[in-house]
């Protein structure tokens, strides 16, 4: 008895390893959607519980956003500046700033007709002998000052009327981009601080809570895409030569009675070590290849479950 118990074991074994070594051992698997934070701020809202359905554009998880409506008041304000700078200088000086120039030109103008008077006047009594040569050095120094000032205040009239120069108004023009570049940049952030699902999908995982400061670039919510699921399994080093992109198998789900149908969609191209679930008692350390298959049907199906794919296509 003993000895037939150890046969029908041994035959046993041999018949599980046959078969083993042609499936492909895996799980279902469905495209993993993961949403992280934008900014360090502390999470005020979770309207969605996990477990839901969620469709596109659903408020997952809400943080903070105080901070950022300030930085996006501030550049809207920095755009108001940069614009009224523009239309000033578009518009150029006031005619009550023209006027005002051209009375600096008129008075300007009177000094440097007095101060010439003066100077006459000086250097006619230096020759009759009735004034210093200091009188007539001051009357001069005051005519030449009064002539400057006279230029100068002719310049500045031309200024404000020849209007403003096409350089300034590029760079006036420059800044108002700027300004709107930097006001959309702020908005943007502020529009990432609400975390929205970006796909139809099952909404699997919220690693965090209401009230929990989360770190920039932490994981807020885990979605998993609302198709069909795909057997992501490991295919034995001597099926790798024989399985092309587009290859239909049999796919066997744990606790499904019939046999799917699998389209092969990707094998990786290196190989690795067979993961701890795939391993078989008389070989351990063969490689495998990790490959995708995408069921025909199955929406229902939950993610996780063991699946085997039968390699062989007769």
């Keep these: 008895m003993r000895i037939a118990a150890t046969t029908l074991a041994i035959l046993l074994l ?3 390893n046959d078969k ?13 959607i993961v949403l992280k934070a934008t900014a360090a701020e502390i999470i005020v809202a979770e309207p ?3 477990g839901t ?22 550049a809207k304000a920095e755009v108001a500046q940069a614009n009224a700078r523009l ?16 009375a600096r030109v008129a008075g300007a103008r009177a000094t440097v007709t ?10 006619k009594l230096l020759q009759q002998k009735l004034a210093a040569q200091a009188t007539l050095d001051s009357a001069l120094a005051n005519r030449d000052a009064a002539e400057a000032a006279l230029q100068s205040a002719h310049e500045e009239l031309l200024r404000l009327t020849n209007g403003t120069r096409k350089e300034q108004l590029d760079q006036a023009a420059a800044a108002v981009q700027a300004a709107v570049a930097q006001q959309a940049l702020e908005q943007q952030q502020l ?28 994981t807020v919510a885990v979605l998993l895409a609302d198709a069909a699921p795909y057997a992501r399994v490991y295919v ?7 399985l092309q992109v587009g290859d239909l198998r049999q796919v066997s789900v744990d606790g499904i009675s019939q046999p799917l149908t699998g389209k092969l969609r990707w094998i990786a191209s290196e190989p690795a070590f067979t993961p701890y679930y795939a391993l078989n008692a008389t070989d351990r350390a063969r490689l495998v290849y990790l490959a995708e298959f995408d069921l025909e049907k199955g929406e229902a199906l939950p993610t996780g479950v063991p699946a085997q794919v039968l390699l062989d296509d007769d």
């Design 191 to 218: 529009s990432d601080l609400s975390i929205v699902a970006t796909r139809d999908a099952y909404l699997d995982s919220l690693p965090w809570h209401v009230g929990e400061r989360v770190s920039m670039g932490a």
């Design 53 to 74: 359905m969620v469709t596109a554009g659903t408020l997952l998880v809400q943080l903070d956003d105080t901070r950022q409506q300030a930085r996006v008041a501030y």
């Design 114 to 123: 007095e101060a010439g008077a003066s100077y006459k006047r000086a250097k």
């Design 48 to 50: 969605v519980p996990e």
């Design 14 to 16: 041999a018949a599980c």
């Design 87 to 102: 239309e000033e200088l578009r518009n150029g000086a006031r005619a009550e700033d023209i006027a005002a120039a051209s």
């Design 20 to 32: 083993s070594a042609h499936e492909a051992l895996g799980t279902l698997e469905r495209d993993r």
């Design 236 to 242: 034995p080093e001597p099926w790798r030569a024989r």
